[in-house]
């Protein structure tokens, strides 16, 4: 009873994990096995701590290291967990190693097209006329915010008996909805009446 009760070892030792790699180099050499890199995809890049990032580079000096891409929509910032400043959020050793790619936002047309998909994508019908206006809000406001009046609007055309989503049903449910920039916006006009 006394064994079950004992706290078990988690953690991956580094000598564990040098034999793992030796028995797949091994496995590469015999040709056994391939080895095929793979993509690791980190969102919010600037939510990770110190020990995070210390972790990271020091894989990506692993010659098993897979692509990482990071995302982040921070500038200049605090490291978590530090009081170091630094672009993106991200230490300044790991990213002299990066390569940053630069992003534009999207054009009224390109907004509309994924808009577009989107809706075919939830098996939702929408007007062309309604398309431009989602584009419009999705421009003012953000492109997930125009996403997320989707489903909310194809629910009131169905109320009102439509299976197509009309201009009426986004002007409701964008009357209904804020998107962040205008809550906080209305948070900050009324926040005497909020408690702090």
């Given at each position: 009873?006394?064994?079950?009760?004992?706290?078990?070892?988690?953690?991956?030792?580094?000598?564990?994990?040098?034999?793992?790699?030796?028995?797949?180099?091994?496995?590469?050499?015999?040709?056994?096995?391939?080895?095929?890199?793979?993509?690791?995809?980190?969102?919010?890049?600037?939510?990770?701590?110190?020990?995070?990032f210390s972790y990271l580079n020091?894989?990506?000096?692993?010659?098993?290291?897979?692509?990482?891409?990071?995302?982040?929509?921070?500038?200049?910032?605090?490291?978590?967990?530090?009081?170091?400043?630094?672009?993106?959020?991200?230490?300044?050793d790991l990213l002299d190693r990066?390569?940053?790619?630069?992003?534009?936002?999207?054009?009224?047309?390109?907004?509309?097209?994924?808009?577009?998909?989107?809706?075919?994508?939830?098996?939702?019908?929408?007007?062309?006329?309604?398309?431009?206006?989602?584009?419009?809000?999705?421009?003012?406001?953000?492109?997930?915010?125009?996403?997320?009046?989707?489903?909310?609007?194809?629910?009131?055309?169905?109320?009102?008996?439509?299976?197509?989503?009309?201009?009426?049903?986004?002007?409701?449910?964008?009357?209904?909805?804020?998107?962040?920039?205008?809550?906080?916006?209305?948070?900050?006009?009324?926040?005497?009446?909020?408690?702090?």
């Open positions: 009873m006394g064994q079950m009760m004992k706290p078990r070892k988690t953690e991956i030792t580094d000598k564990l994990r040098q034999e793992i790699n030796k028995v797949v180099n091994r496995y590469v050499d015999e040709g056994v096995a391939e080895l095929v890199p793979g993509v690791l995809f980190i969102d919010e890049v600037h939510m990770l701590d110190m020990e995070c020091r894989a990506l000096e692993s010659s098993l290291s897979p692509i990482v891409i990071f995302a982040t929509n921070r500038g200049i910032c605090t490291v978590r967990g530090t009081d170091m400043v630094s672009p993106h959020g991200i230490p300044v990066l390569v940053i790619v630069r992003t534009e936002t999207y054009g009224p047309a390109e907004m509309i097209q994924i808009l577009a998909i989107r809706a075919q994508v939830e098996g939702l019908e929408i007007d062309e006329e309604s398309l431009a206006f989602l584009g419009e809000i999705g421009q003012q406001a953000s492109l997930r915010h125009a996403v997320q009046l989707l489903s909310p609007a194809s629910v009131v055309a169905k109320m009102n008996g439509r299976d197509k989503i009309c201009k009426a049903d986004l002007d409701e449910v964008s009357s209904l909805y804020l998107d962040a920039k205008s809550s906080a916006r209305l948070l900050q006009e009324q926040q005497d009446r909020y408690i702090s």
